[in-house]
C-alpha cells in the first residue's frame, strides 16, 4: 500500500475509510480520540491527489 510505503506505518480500517469518502467527493467529520492517528487520514488522500488542496478546520 501506498500509505505505508510513504510513511511507514500500516492505516487503520477507519482511516482508509475516510480516506474513501473524502476522495469520492464527500465531505467528512472524523470524531477520535488523542492519538488514534486522524493526521494520517489528512494526508492520506494527497498521496492519491497530488495536485489536491486539503482544509482543515480544529477546535
Same mark, same amino acid.
Given at each position: 500500500?501506498?500509505?505505508?510505503?510513504?510513511?511507514?506505518?500500516?492505516?487503520?480500517?477507519?482511516?482508509?475509510? +475516510?480516506?474513501? +469518502?473524502?476522495?469520492?467527493?464527500?465531505?467528512?467529520?472524523?470524531?477520535?480520540?488523542?492519538?488514534?492517528?486522524?493526521?494520517?487520514? #489528512?494526508?492520506?488522500?494527497?498521496? #492519491?491527489?497530488?495536485?489536491?488542496?486539503?482544509?482543515?478546520?480544529?477546535?
Amino acid at each position: 500500500m501506498q500509505t505505508q510505503h510513504v510513511f511507514g506505518v500500516r492505516p487503520c480500517l477507519w482511516q482508509i475509510k +475516510a480516506t474513501s +469518502a473524502i476522495l469520492s467527493g464527500k465531505d467528512v467529520i472524523c470524531i477520535v480520540g488523542t492519538g488514534m492517528g486522524k493526521t494520517l487520514t #489528512f494526508w492520506m488522500p494527497l498521496l #492519491f491527489r497530488p495536485d489536491g488542496v486539503q482544509i482543515m478546520v480544529t477546535l
